[in-house]
């Protein structure tokens, strides 16, 4: 039971590239989450996803896109990279809504240069 | 909408002193509210929650919150901390059925 899984872990892209984040759950989990982490501010919430197939957006959605073609994987892409994404990315899942436990990934650390 | 604010951005305290790291939030509705702990280098994990009930929350690690309606607090506390417990913790609310709001957090470091 490998819980939440993410990849890749390090990222490093210049200015106006793509990439796709990839995060797997093994729980059987029906609600997942990609939030980003920078300094003093917390946990944001990007997007979040209740179910197989559907996506809803969060606080700070812009300059993403997410997918949930398979209840066990959830991926964030960002289309066009800016500096003002540079972050750590981490993604959780829950059973059930938000007043159930949510289990976090190890999270990604991406720069933007 | 909900807020979440944590008044303390770092604590230290030494080896076996008590602790208590503090958390205000805002809401319309009725909340439920969490503690989790970030160690370094890792995702957060639950401490504990509440949800509803008994106003004290026991968690693991020997934490313990305090729901205060009356001033809209969920104070965090430790009666003797160790050395493992440096890590930061961020309080939480949520009012909606899908998400919830993490405040800024607090770094909790620990002095032999």
């Known amino acids: 039971n490998a819980g939440v899984t993410q990849t890749p872990k390090f990222r490093v892209l210049k200015t106006g590239q793509s990439m796709t984040l990839l995060c797997a759950q093994d729980?059987?989990?029906?609600?997942m989450y990609w939030y980003r982490q920078d300094p003093g501010m917390g946990l944001r919430l990007i997007h979040y996803s209740v179910g197989e197939g559907t996506t809803a957006k969060g606080e700070v959605p812009d300059g993403y896109n997410v997918s949930r073609l398979k209840k066990q994987n959830f991926l964030l892409g960002l289309e066009s990279a800016a500096p003002s994404q540079t972050s750590v990315y981490f993604c959780a899942s829950s059973y059930s809504d938000s007043t159930d436990t949510q289990y976090f990934g190890p999270g990604t650390r991406l720069t933007v240069l | 909408a909900q807020s979440v604010t944590q008044l303390d951005s770092q604590v230290p305290v030494f080896e076996e002193a008590p602790v208590e790291l503090r958390c205000n939030y805002s809401?319309?509705?009725?909340?439920?509210l969490f503690w989790y702990v970030q160690y370094p280098n890792q995702g957060l994990q639950l401490l504990l929650k509440y949800l509803s009930g008994s106003t004290l929350v026991k968690g693991i690690n020997g934490f313990e919150a305090e729901f205060n309606k009356s001033q809209t607090s969920f104070h965090l506390r430790k009666p003797s901390v160790h050395i493992s417990d440096t890590a930061e913790y961020f309080c939480?609310?949520?009012?909606?059925?899908?998400?919830?709001?993490f405040g800024s957090g607090t770094r909790l470091s620990i002095r032999p």
């Open positions: 809401s319309s509705v009725s909340v439920y």
């Open positions: 729980m059987n989990h029906e609600y």
């Open positions: 939480a609310v949520s009012g909606s059925a899908s998400k919830i709001i």
